[in-house]
Every structure is written in structure tokens, then in C-alpha cells.
């Protein structure tokens, strides 16, 4: 293998595929030397000149890499013996696979031997395999702006030849799709309220909408159990409160109704996944959401919610919760999927415990309730859905209702 490096590497030199053996990825090369004369090609090549003149001059005369290669004269016998062969693009990367493979396998096993449950183990050792980098751009490479500059003219086209395609996730919310445009895959979007004040029904309003336009989602909930999410579900489609389904306290009429709401969320059962392990690590989610997408379809991702999220411990919450929002926003662009994360919020109505969440997000979203609107026992609550932040559009308002009795929201529209 180390003699398909040296020929594409001196072919290189000889301005035989050049531009192509400088953009290999640094896998590419399984030798210190061939590591360390492959970058001074590159750094030759952006310089104008990557013959063994220029490449000696980049390896700098009497470094440490300048040694190693054996300057000018190994350069110069390098080309000579290994130039003119075939240089084999793709063998170079299927073997810089394998290596990552090889050495991803011995890193899951690494971690999964210090994970303290089963449940860990697999996570880690899912994590650790998901991390290796195939054919395709990887995230440390940059994109140039021809490219970046095609990809958004076509999504224009597709747009402008059908306005009435969806580019995203219906939020379920009229105004809100429109402020919004709907939820954008590599976004975070962040969704405060006061404590038991609606997030976790506002999330699962998201979730259902989703879900009956046939998109898929993963719903990991922190905090409560599938069975009581599902039940709030129900209650929400029969239009019977929850606390009568648990108890078994019906009349026929509610019987019915969900009977009706049980056939009706059987048809999108499959389109709605549920974790509910209170032991999710912020650093493994990427790996929760590709093994779930590896199953079906994730169209939507959605964490109930992000202070339960855990973390590695440092000296400072803030730096914690810092560190989640990066896992978060990972998660949107590594998996290509708008993330909703629900939080808390502080006395003054903000995000807890980190300014870098609301820096981090997309947009952020906050219900809202006047001072005197929550009334202990009422069934309906008006209040706004706010928009505070939006990094890729208008801000704005949505009036809704909270029907408490349901564990539902409804939009006010007005004429």
C-alpha cells in the first residue's frame, strides 16, 4: 500500500493529477513520510509550484520534515523510480477506510469496556463506529463557494418552479409555518415556557403534526415515560383528559372517542418513535438519532429537554449546558434534521443556566401567558407564541389557546 502512496505522490510532483492527490483526505496516507510529504505538496501546490524544487523549499532546508524525506535529492530519486505509474484514487481511499474502520472498531470496544451499563456500552460503541468518515465530504473539509453557490441556486429553482412544495416540517401552526418557513433541517430551534406552563404539550403538538404529514420523528423524552407521552397523545385526539384515561373513569361517549383517536394514531404509529431513557448523554446523540434513521426516515428530533440532558462534568454549569447546545447543533448538521429542544427558563424568562444556547439556536420560541390569564382549574388558557430569534427570517407572534383539559394547543385565527 505504501507503494500506491509514493507513485500517486510522485506523479503529483510530476503534474500528473496533481489537483486530485492535494484534496485527498490526510487518511489517505498510512506513513509518517508519506503524511508529512503530502502536506508539503499541498502547501507547494497553493504556492504555485509543486515540483521537488518546490517541495523541498516547502519542507523547509534543515527541519525536522526536511530530514525525514531526505530533501532534494530523495525527492528528485522519488520521482524517478515511482513516477509515471498509474496513480489508483481509488484504492488509496478504500484503504484510508479500513484504517478508519480497523481503528473505529478498537475505539467502540475501548469504550464500551468502560461504560458502566449495557445500554452505555451500545451507545458508545455505536458512536465510535458512526464516526468514521466514508467517500463523502467530511466535516473538516471546506466547501468552495462554486459549490455552495450550485446547491443554492437549484433549491431556488425547485422553489420557484414549485411554491407549493414543502422545504421543511410543518410546525402544525399556520402563522408560525410562516414566520418560520417551517422546520429547516440543520437547525435548533429552542422552546421555553415556565415550569408546567405547556412545553411538553407544545412538543407533542409539533410531534403529531409532523408526524400526519407523514414525516418521521424521534421524540426522546428525558422526563416522562412513553406510555404517559402517548397518553397525553390521546387525550389530545379523543378530546378527553388524560387523568380520566388513566383512571378508567369513561362514559361511553369518551369510550368512543377514543376508540376513534386509537385507529386514527395507528395509522401514523410508525412515523413517531419514542425514547424515553432518562441516561441519553449529549455527546451520543448524533449516534441515537443515525441508528433511528438507519430503522426509517427522521425528519424531526425533538429533546424533552435539554437541562436533562447529561454531559461531562466541569467546573461550571454554564460550560455544561454549553456543551449540550454544541451537541445539539451537531445533531441538526450531521444528521441533516431540524432539532427542537425544549427548556427551562429563568426569572427574567430567558434560557437557564447558558447565554450559548440562545447563541447557538436558529430560533428561539417562548409561550407566553398574561399575568392574570392562568387560572388555577381552567380548561382554556390564551397565550402567544412567541418568536424571539430568528436567525433566517421575520420574528414575530402566534395567539393561541392552551386546552389544559386536552393537553392540547389551538390557533386563534382571526378574520
Not at 448523554?281 to 430503522?295: C, G, W
Request: net charge negative.
Amino acid at each position: 500500500m505504501l507503494d500506491l502512496e509514493l507513485v500517486a505522490l510522485a506523479n503529483a510532483m510530476q503534474g500528473n493529477g496533481t489537483d486530485r492527490v492535494v484534496a485527498l483526505p490526510s487518511a489517505c496516507w498510512s506513513d509518517p513520510r508519506t503524511q508529512v510529504l503530502a502536506k508539503a505538496i499541498k502547501q507547494a501546490h497553493n504556492k504555485g509550484r509543486a515540483d521537488e524544487v518546490g517541495v523541498a523549499q516547502a519542507l523547509g532546508e534543515g527541519t525536522d520534515d526536511y530530514k525525514l524525506i531526505g530533501g532534494l535529492p530523495k525527492l528528485l530519486h522519488l520521482t524517478s523510480y515511482y513516477g509515471g505509474g498509474r496513480t489508483a484514487f481509488d484504492e488509496l481511499h478504500e484503504a484510508a477506510e479500513l484504517r478508519q474502520t480497523n481503528a473505529a472498531i478498537e475505539a467502540a470496544m475501548t469504550a464500551s469496556s468502560q461504560a458502566l451499563s449495557p445500554a452505555d456500552a451500545k451507545d458508545a460503541a455505536i458512536a465510535a463506529l458512526l464516526s468514521i468518515e466514508t467517500g463523502g465530504r467530511s466535516e473538516s473539509t471546506p466547501t468552495s463557494l462554486g459549490d455552495s453557490l450550485a446547491t443554492v441556486m437549484e433549491q431556488s429553482r425547485q422553489a420557484f418552479l414549485d411554491p407549493t412544495s414543502e422545504n421543511g416540517v410543518t410546525t402544525g401552526f399556520e402563522n408560525l409555518d410562516w414566520i418560520l418557513g417551517q422546520w429547516q433541517p440543520g437547525a435548533v430551534y429552542i422552546l421555553g415556557a415556565g415550569t408546567g406552563r405547556g412545553k411538553s404539550v407544545m412538543a407533542l403538538n409539533f410531534a403529531m403534526a409532523a408526524a400526519k404529514s407523514n414525516h418521521g420523528v424521534l421524540y426522546i423524552s428525558l422526563e416522562m415515560g412513553h406510555a404517559d407521552l402517548t397518553r397525553r397523545l390521546v387525550a389530545a385526539e379523543a378530546r378527553v383528559p388524560p387523568d380520566a384515561i388513566r383512571s378508567g373513569r369513561l362514559n361511553h361517549d369518551q369510550i368512543d372517542a377514543m376508540r376513534h383517536a386509537s385507529t386514527a394514531l395507528e395509522l401514523i404509529g410508525n412515523n413517531l418513535m419514542i425514547m424515553d431513557n432518562v441516561h441519553v448523554d449529549a455527546e451520543r446523540l448524533s449516534a441515537i438519532v443515525k441508528t433511528a434513521q438507519a430503522a426509517r426516515s427522521i425528519d424531526l428530533v425533538i429533546v424533552d429537554y435539554l437541562q436533562l440532558l447529561k454531559c461531562e462534568a466541569t467546573y461550571s454549569r454554564e460550560r455544561e449546558v454549553a456543551s449540550i447546545s454544541a451537541g445539539l447543533l451537531a445533531v441538526s448538521r450531521q444528521c441533516e434534521v431540524p432539532v427542537i429542544a425544549l427548556s427551562q427558563l429563568n426569572d427574567q424568562g430567558m434560557v437557564r443556566e447558558s447565554r450559548s444556547v440562545e447563541h447557538d439556536a436558529s430560533a428561539v420560541l417562548r409561550i407566553d401567558y398574561e399575568d392574570d390569564a392562568w387560572i388555577p382549574g381552567s380548561s382554556g388558557v390564551d397565550c402567544h407564541l412567541r418568536v424571539l430569534k430568528n436567525r433566517h427570517g421575520r420574528t414575530g407572534s402566534v395567539s393561541l389557546t392552551f386546552e389544559r383539559r386536552h393537553q392540547r394547543f389551538i390557533e386563534r385565527v382571526y378574520e
